[in-house]
């Protein structure tokens, strides 16, 4: 089983459209997750880290479901903008504190007018 | 954003050439990686890089050959490379190590060709 795993799509949406993305992970240990984006031949940014209470920024919102382990991503009124790979991200954790990050090979959104 | 900077940001060589890709980050951060980032495969992480200490050496081959001079630069020296090593090549700086799992700034990457 993939560390990480994520359906790599493409979802074709509509403007105004909502998407939503799953991740799931492996390693029960896991405490830390992101979502990054990278959009086509340019490098991964920081989109929203998770938090176990679920949080929310504009139309983003992440949850995380430890029973399940699985993270997921909700896009609310998708914009052209939006266009781009979705990186899920768990931390593996390590002894000595040196865990690593580990990504998903990426979920590509596209949105169409 | 110039938080990461990378140069070269395309390169073409042969298997025998010699080359160098440098990164510098300019975040005040203290911890310095390599990915490597291959069509349909999700980022590898190559070295890790806490206080100019190579303190992860992922399974990498001895063709590539890491430099961190000091807390702001990464070179990445290339020597007798693969057409399988064909990549994006990504830096990425995080603030505090130990504990890795600090938001990562990644750079523009360099997208190397080897004939």
């Known amino acids: 089983r993939k560390e990480v795993e994520q359906d790599p799509g493409p979802f074709n949406v509509p403007e105004g459209a909502t998407v939503a993305f799953n991740c799931t992970y492996s390693?029960?240990?896991?405490?830390?997750f992101f979502w990054y984006r990278q959009d086509c031949r340019k490098e991964p940014k920081l989109l929203m880290s998770?938090?176990?209470s679920g949080n929310e920024d504009g139309r983003f919102t992440a949850q995380l479901n430890r029973a399940s382990q699985y993270i997921s991503l909700l896009i609310r009124d998708s914009k052209l903008s939006d266009s781009a790979t979705y990186l899920c991200?768990?931390?593996?954790?390590?002894?000595?504190?040196?865990?690593?990050?580990?990504f998903g090979t990426g979920t590509r959104l596209q949105v169409f007018p | 954003e110039t938080g990461v900077t990378q140069t070269p940001r395309h390169l073409v060589m042969g298997m025998t050439n010699k080359k160098s890709l440098k990164c510098e980050q300019h975040?005040?951060?203290?911890?310095m990686y390599w990915y490597k980032q291959s069509a349909k495969k999700p980022l590898e992480l190559m070295f890790v890089y806490s206080l100019e200490e190579r303190v992860e050496n992922n399974s990498v081959p001895s063709r590539f050959s890491p430099e961190c001079p000091n807390s702001s630069h990464l070179f990445l020296h290339l020597h007798t490379l693969q057409p399988e090593d064909s990549a994006l090549y990504l830096c990425?700086?995080?603030?505090?190590?130990?504990?890795?799992?600090?938001?990562?700034?990644f750079g523009p990457g360099t997208r190397l060709t080897v004939l």
């Open positions: 390693n029960s240990a896991s405490q830390s």
């Open positions: 975040l005040g951060h203290n911890a």
């Open positions: 990425a700086s995080s603030q505090t190590p130990p504990g890795w799992t600090d938001t990562q700034y």
């Open positions: 991200v768990v931390n593996r954790p390590h002894r000595d504190n040196t865990d690593k990050l580990i």
């Open positions: 998770v938090y176990s």
